[in-house]
């Protein structure tokens, strides 16, 4: 956990705001430039791991995704305030490690939207579960319900997609990685979905 005071997180903050805003402008500046609406950012177990949530904003600006899923295990309500500098909307859900829930709540920025341990989405006529994916048996039975098209889970810090006749469910992983007796942990990563093939990719971060 990055040992950060509440002025150096609000210092940092507003540094990175203001880097990502400019570099935003200079995508939208060229006549090509377009916002590309079918793409969507998963995340999961950030686990106040400051610089690489950084990056993985970073990375989901550049990707331009109209929407981000983060599938709880923020940790602290500094790390929800990072999430400010993203320039779409963010909906996330409460993971089991995530302890002053006021906090979290009356500190987010403007563009996070809380949803409590379990919501239902409609994004381009596809029915998307969030779930932080204890206890696992839940988050498998949900999988294998087929009652959904598309299910974003985290928990188990192993980054996966898995597909059914009806069903993709992906697990974009954690942002702490393998150390110790955690050696099944997956590294880092996030995850896209593309609305408009069905398809998601993991992607890793330093």
Same mark, same amino acid.
């Given at each position: 956990?990055?040992?950060?005071?509440?002025?150096?997180?609000? !210092?940092?903050?507003?540094? @990175?705001?203001?880097?990502?805003?400019?570099?935003?402008?200079?995508?939208? +500046?060229?006549e090509t430039g377009k916002i590309i609406f079918m793409k969507l950012g998963i995340i999961s177990? !950030?686990?106040?791991?400051?610089? #690489?949530?950084?990056? /993985?904003?970073?990375?989901?600006?550049?990707? #331009?995704?109209?929407?981000?899923?983060?599938?709880?295990?923020?940790?602290?309500? @500094?790390?929800?305030?990072?999430?400010?500098?993203?320039?779409?909307?963010? %909906?996330? %859900?409460?993971?089991?490690?995530?302890?002053?829930?006021?906090?979290?709540?009356?500190?987010?920025?403007?563009?996070?939207?809380?949803?409590?341990?379990?919501?239902?989405?409609?994004?381009?006529?596809? #029915?998307? /579960?969030?779930?932080h994916g204890d206890p696992k048996e839940v988050a498998h039975d949900l999988y294998t319900s087929?009652?959904?098209?598309? *299910?974003?889970?985290?928990?188990?810090?192993?980054?996966? %997609?898995?597909?059914?006749?009806? !069903?993709?469910?992906?697990?974009?992983?954690?942002?702490?990685?393998? @150390? +110790?007796?955690? !050696?099944?942990?997956?590294?880092?990563?996030? /995850? *896209?979905?593309?609305?408009?093939?069905?398809?998601? #990719?993991? *992607?890793?971060?330093?």
């Amino acid at each position: 956990r990055d040992g950060l005071c509440g002025t150096c997180i609000k !210092t940092r903050l507003g540094r @990175f705001r203001a880097a990502t805003e400019r570099e935003m402008d200079s995508y939208f +500046s060229g006549e090509t430039g377009k916002i590309i609406f079918m793409k969507l950012g998963i995340i999961s177990d !950030t686990h106040d791991q400051v610089t #690489r949530i950084e990056q /993985a904003i970073v990375l989901f600006n550049r990707e #331009r995704v109209s929407k981000v899923y983060h599938l709880g295990d923020w940790c602290s309500p @500094f790390s929800v305030e990072l999430f400010g500098a993203l320039h779409c909307p963010v %909906i996330g %859900i409460f993971g089991n490690n995530d302890g002053d829930l006021y906090k979290m709540v009356t500190r987010k920025p403007s563009n996070v939207e809380f949803k409590d341990r379990f919501f239902v989405d409609m994004v381009d006529d596809m #029915r998307i /579960a969030l779930i932080h994916g204890d206890p696992k048996e839940v988050a498998h039975d949900l999988y294998t319900s087929k009652q959904y098209d598309l *299910i974003l889970c985290g928990h188990t810090h192993v980054a996966k %997609i898995e597909r059914n006749e009806k !069903t993709l469910l992906i697990n974009s992983g954690n942002l702490i990685g393998p @150390f +110790s007796d955690k !050696t099944e942990w997956t590294p880092p990563s996030i /995850a *896209i979905h593309d609305t408009e093939t069905n398809d998601a #990719r993991i *992607i890793n971060l330093e």
